[in-house]
DNA sequence: CTGAAAGCGCTAACAG
DNA sequence: CTGTTAGCGCTTTCAG
């Protein structure tokens, strides 16, 4: 079995190019005894072609391995049924229920996803954007609704459907699926309050989106008469370690602390484990409420109280509102709210 | 600010194409009165053109915010600078490492990544295989070393350079950057045998390589004359949860159990955590080893020890391999075998 | 050092 | 329902 030896190959051939020339819909054609009209007809609207001819086509695809080459039709057709998503990391669970769904969801429709990582800084993100852009993609899922004057105006100019996630704006971009912090950060705050807790204390990564909830957790308790919390800021992506430390160092300064609201499940993690290593009682001295809902914390001991959010949601809406855009169907709603829900389990 | 108004698009136009045409490389060589030729050449072989015709094509370039299209050029020079990583599951955190690590080396050498996602099961492996093919891309990054004799046949016929990985195997497809999940099992259960551990179980995920290690580890017990380890299997990916209750399983079946080996650091948590509930002390009466070596698991209580595999080093090495291939340099060693390690922690 | 010509493989647009 | 023609934007190749 010599390996690249597909049916019918060009004849004359020796163009030096990187690898040896593929099947094209030409030689499919001429195997089929069509055009090559036809057979991109056959693959691409199937019910525009009888039965016969499409069978003739299908079996000439068969018999050559034929797989059509979505650079060459992308680029005739101005649609390169590839999605590019930008999020700051891939490291921490955050994210990739959302990149999960997003692929799944895309692939469904023939369509790819590209992964471009900005770290939490813009650093090269002008770079990355070019090389994103250079793809021609048919859409961009971006996360968070901050990025540079530059970054808006280039996606502008290059007139790609945007999707703008994880957070929620007056003023997106484009399009977006998110949710409100500052709402998140104001119902757990007020959850503490019902629950009587009114010593209470932040435990927050360093990132945007992480420190507007810790904002707004403390002015949501100076609005319900609460004392000032404690604001212990880590660096992102989080860990059960920062956790740990962190409500070493709270309970060093207040130590009759009742209460810490997590900016991520890791986080409420480590402080429950430190909570052990120091025979602190959860919930009865102190209550804890994470951010994310991880798939451990339903079983962890106390079960932890969290905030769902349904990142698989995020996802596939961001996916089928590129995909309706690129079909050209419907537009779809411009921002969708998906809201979150506190998860109340024993941690509380 | 009008939106897709770049600086001299295209006069004529009324191509009803999906969206706004955008600067070509001849819109850029006209305004720096050079030919696009001389445009390519001052992008992509800078010290190839005279410092004075490489200002004004980039003042050009600046003034248009022209961004090159690669779908162009990637199918003249059939080099599409994409490297496609198929993986099971961006859920668990096995892979987050390798895929984040092969996103930035390949970026900084100006190639994207684009990902697809197999799920554990074959099953449109074929469709999703079909739609990478067609991006011709550089490169294809698998998980594993069992595929489909249809995905090698296509694979090969393709002509793409293919790295394996998370496994090691005699008969690669072509390139492999692993470890040998054999000798991961045979260690740890030396290590247990060290401690003086006899009555050793295994929680296991049920994936093709979570079992591989299951099956050494009883193999390695038996050969060290130790009693039959039991195993314990849960559905991949694996949970804090199912950790949990495979403990309570293990326990019921035989309550004098010393040794747990996990087939991942999450199953280890749920073992740690369990054993919090029930009151049994690790090391004391129970020794677990996890694996992965989450960046949680130095933080827990007891901290864990457990097999190190480096996943960034993987995906470093994977983007390597293929970007030296593809940039035609030496045709990098074929197997590479990055080990792994036991960390010594407190929980054996 | 620079440009002109040609064509990568596909599909839009228009006949038949 | 099918084929022909043209050309997407770039880069290879070859001649100045």
Redesign the interface.
Known sequence: ?S??S?VGPKAAASQK????P?VTASDVARIAGVSAMTVSRAINNPDRVPAATLAKVQAAIAKT?Y??????G??R????R?VAALIP???G?IF??T??AL??AL?QH?Y??????SGYAESHEDA?L???????PDGIVLTGVNHSADTHR?L?????PVVETWDLTPTPIDMLVGFSHVAVAEAVCRRFHQAGRHRLAVISADDERAQRRSHAFVAAALNLGLAEPLVHLVPAPT???SG?AGLRSLLTQKPDLDGVFCSSD?LA??VL??T??LGVSVPGQLAVIGFGDL??A????PALTTVRVDGSLIGREAARCIVER?E?RTVPKRVIDIGFKIIERASV
């Open positions: 079995m390996p690249p597909p190019t990187a690898r040896a593929s391995g797989v059509p080459n979505l650079l060459a992308g680029l057709s101005n649609k390169s590839l990391t891939l490291v669970p990739n229920e990149v999960q692929t799944e692939n023939g790819q996803l590209i992964l471009g990582q990355l070019s090389a994103i852009i250079g793809r021609r280039r502008r100019a290059a007139g790609i860990t059960l370690g740990r890791l993690l480590g484990t430190e052990h290593a798939d451990f339903r079983d962890l001991h690129a050209g």
